[in-house]
């Protein structure tokens, strides 16, 4: 099945990367040599946690590819982390207000 990806890159600690129904495809970051952790939620800022990733406390760029059909995002894909840490972040996406 062909499906459209889009991606959004941000440099905000907090911030809604696409609005509505969406599937993510994947994660690309960038991180200090401090631990941290990249949360992205369904739903805004106190939404359900539907990716947690860690980040290892070395400075280099990660890319996390999610298996099969991606993960669902009924409401928003809202990512947060803190930029001592993890200084950027680009979401790879379908759907919501690309279609």
Known sequence: MA???ASTFTEAETTTVQSGRTRVYGVYY???ATS???VIRDGGAS???KLKIRSPGVADSYQVDVPGDGILFKND???GFTTEQITSCT???SGGSNT
Do not use: K
């Open 3 to 5: 499906v459209d990806v």
């Open 30 to 32: 960038t991180n200090t």
């Open 36 to 38: 941290g952790d990249l």
């Open 47 to 49: 939404g359900t946690i």
């Open 77 to 79: 894909v809202y990512v």
């Open 91 to 93: 979401v790879f996406h």
